[in-house]
């Protein structure tokens, strides 16, 4: 299976260029997924038969204040990626986030209605998902993953998430890209338990000082935990 890698210098492509070393991955240089024509250029000349498109505006500060890149980057970036998918005759494997659901309550299983959305980045993130929709063959993913190492001095305790480090949600990313033609067209959550930021930060930085989201600058869901119980079955089932 050939297998194309759009953000391949990111956090989460950086990990799976080193876990599935044969992967496809233009610089950003060489695909810019902003540009329709030039991504339907390389994706006639790679001819993959999987897609995985990590790239992201994922700076969610930042998306308040450069709305149009975010979403140039976010939702035209995957729309451009759909369309060529759908020449290619690909499948296309879509990296989203527990952004997308509005925190109120956690532990969101795929068949909830994400929702209602908390900030601009949450928005592109949406409406990405139903960008993404229009490729005939798709597996939506939505995971959520920091650096190897907590980068902030401070670390919110009433901020709940399933997310965790790179190094460790990556291999199993991997795991759905190896089997992605395997897995049909749904939504997929992959992420680990329940736990404050506050908790995950203290796992590789004992020092990490607590704090609450009422000192974040943007606007933060509570608890956009995912419940990851489908993939697990489904690791089962293909016995990996």
Partial sequence: MKILLTGGNGRLGTELRGLIPEIVAPASSELDITDPEGVLEVIRRERPELIVHAAAYTDVGGAEKDRERCWAVNVEGT??????????????????????????????????????????????????????????????????????EFAYPVAFSDVFTSQDYVDIIAPQIALVVRHALEIGNEVLHVATERKSVYELARRRKPDVQEGTKASAT??????????????????????L
Avoid: C, Q
Wanted: proline share 4%; charged share 25%; no cysteine.
């Fill in 79 to 148: 729309r451009n990626m759909a369309r060529a998918a759908n020449e290619a005759g690909a499948k296309l494997l879509h990296v989203s986030t527990d952004y997308v659901f509005g925190g109120e309550r956690g532990n969101y299983r795929e068949s909830d209605t994400p929702g209602p959305v908390v900030n601009y980045y949450s928005l592109t993130k949406l409406v990405a998902e139903e960008a993404a929709r229009s490729a005939v063959r798709r597996l939506i993913v939505r995971t959520s993953f920091r650096p190897r």
């Fill in 218 to 239: 943007v606007r933060l869901p509570g608890d956009v935990s995912l419940d990851s119980s489908r993939w697990h079955a489904l690791r089962n089932e293909l016995a």
